[in-house]
């Protein structure tokens, strides 16, 4: 069965530095996503993305994020400056259509920054 | 504010036993109800739910929605230790592309 993969499965990362987390969405799919996960908190929505551009971002999605969809297969989340609070599971996740179709995850990355 | 909330925070029953985990929700526009399994990583999908009343199932595990009364439900049956798991609702509203999750129940299954 077709999955959504990211790698890497783990990133230590220095406050200050950049991180590029990468995802390879099913696909067939063609509405993209991040969310991510504190540890002990819900899972929250970062960004969705569509024919290439943004189509809905959250609040917490700021300057210091950026997605791409640089060739026909992945789909990158960019950390800019990272901060302490940054540290998470990064969720990659896509789907079919954006009405009858569920939302399928990768594994994530469990991003630590010190 | 969309609100989604699940109860109970966690569980923990005996392999056989039958459970139901609730998801209520405050959310505008509704479009869709999912329910989410999540074990070491990735959230692996269950079910999706949009029409009041129709109970959906996949062998030991079924759920249905009360549009009405703005709530679902996942019942599993004849549970196994390999239930174990957070289990994630998480709604999609009408106009928007995000879903919001509730925080979750934390299923344990003791043999």
């Known amino acids: 069965e077709p999955e959504v993969t990211q790698t890497p499965s783990h990133q230590v990362t220095q406050m200050g530095q950049e991180v590029i987390l990468r995802c390879v969405p099913i696909?067939?799919?063609?509405?993209f996503y991040w969310y991510r996960q504190i540890l002990g908190q819900k899972v929250e929505f970062l960004v969705s993305?569509?024919?290439?551009?943004?189509?809905?971002k959250s609040e917490i999605f700021d300057d210091q994020f950026s997605v791409e969809r640089p060739d026909g297969s992945n789909f990158t989340l960019k950390i800019r400056s990272t901060k302490l609070e940054d540290s998470a599971m990064y969720f990659c996740?896509?789907?079919?259509?954006?009405?009858?179709?569920?939302?399928?995850f990768g594994n994530g990355t469990r991003l630590t920054v010190t | 504010e969309d609100k989604v909330v699940q109860s109970p925070l966690s569980l923990v029953v005996h392999e056989g036993d039958t459970v139901t985990l609730n998801c209520s929700y405050e959310?505008?526009?509704?479009?869709?109800l999912l329910w989410y399994k999540q074990e070491k990583k990735a959230p692996t999908f269950l079910f999706m739910l949009?029409?009041?009343?129709i109970e959906k199932k996949s062998g030991r595990l079924s759920s249905i929605l009360d549009k009405k009364e703005l709530f679902s439900i996942l019942n599993i049956t004849a549970t196994q230790t390999g239930d174990s798991a957070i289990y994630l609702c998480?709604?999609?509203?009408?106009?928007?592309?995000?879903?919001?999750f509730g925080q979750g129940t934390r299923l344990t299954i003791n043999p």
């Open positions: 993305f569509y024919n290439n551009e943004i189509s809905e």
């Open positions: 696909s067939n799919h063609l509405y």
């Open positions: 959310v505008t526009n509704f479009r869709s």
């Open positions: 998480a709604v999609e509203y009408q106009g928007a592309q995000k879903l919001v």
């Open positions: 996740a896509s789907r079919t259509d954006r009405v009858n179709s569920p939302l399928h």
């Open positions: 949009t029409s009041s009343g």
